[in-house]
């Protein structure tokens, strides 16, 4: 079975510019998770969408920040305009009702 | 402010020993528990859940939890080279199973042969 892709791998670009991130979770999943890991505040959730719809995105850190899932094989986080402080990796993960959540291999972003 | 713990070690085991991994949290209302293991440059990778107070097997894993202590551990037997990563707790927070995760900062562990 596919797991959760995501795109591209890794993104090098420059301050200012607009950044999307893309994610397709797992067939049959109905939950979807936007994560951001760095060295300093570890893995933390941005943002989860329960059947397309968002739920919770008080982990968004500032309105630059944005997420979409437009339907349940799709979805993006756009960063605009993008700052250095927004390098990071950024994991999509995705589960089946309650069941435990599986990541994709994440997007290393790295703002210039 | 909801908290997970962890150690952030290196906890370092000799090959064939048990490692045991610690994690504390804060959130009272936390039903359900997590174990992933992360590789160096790579995604988290799901090892154990447990639910319910008590221990949970799988393999050479065992999972063990204290709600009232608000206490999760993860023990490996017959600790492998392959076993060296780092490792984080995570906590659902809530009561409600919702996915929302809290994740702590990891613990690495390096296992030498």
């Known amino acids: 079975d596919a797991g959760v892709i995501q795109s591209p791998r890794h993104e090098v670009t420059e301050m200012g510019q607009e950044v999307t991130l893309r994610c397709k979770p797992i067939s049959g999943h109905n939950s979807l998770f936007w994560y951001r890991q760095t060295m300093m505040r570890g893995l933390e959730l941005l943002i989860y969408f329960n059947n397309n719809v968002p739920i919770d995105d008080s982990g968004m850190p500032e309105d630059r920040f944005s997420a979409k899932m437009p339907n349940a094989s799709f979805s993006t986080l756009k960063i605009q305009p993008s700052e250095p402080r927004d390098s990071a990796v950024y994991f999509c993960a995705s589960r089946r009702d309650r069941l435990p959540q599986h990541f994709g291999d994440g997007t290393r972003l790295s703002i210039l | 402010q909801k908290e997970v713990e962890q150690n952030s070690g290196p906890l370092s085991v000799p090959e064939g020993a048990i490692a045991s991994l610690n994690c504390t949290y804060s959130d009272r209302g936390s039903q359900s528990f997590f174990w992933y293991r992360q590789y160096s440059g790579k995604s988290p990778e799901l090892i154990m859940f447990?639910?319910?107070?008590g221990d949970k097997e799988d393999g050479r894993f065992t999972a063990q939890l204290n709600k009232a202590s608000q206490y999760v551990s993860l023990l490996i037997r017959d600790s492998q080279p392959s076993d060296s990563a780092t490792y984080l707790c995570a906590c659902d927070y809530g009561s409600s199973n919702t996915g929302k995760l809290i994740f702590g900062q990891g613990t690495t562990l390096q296992v030498k042969p």
């Open positions: 447990i639910y319910s107070n």
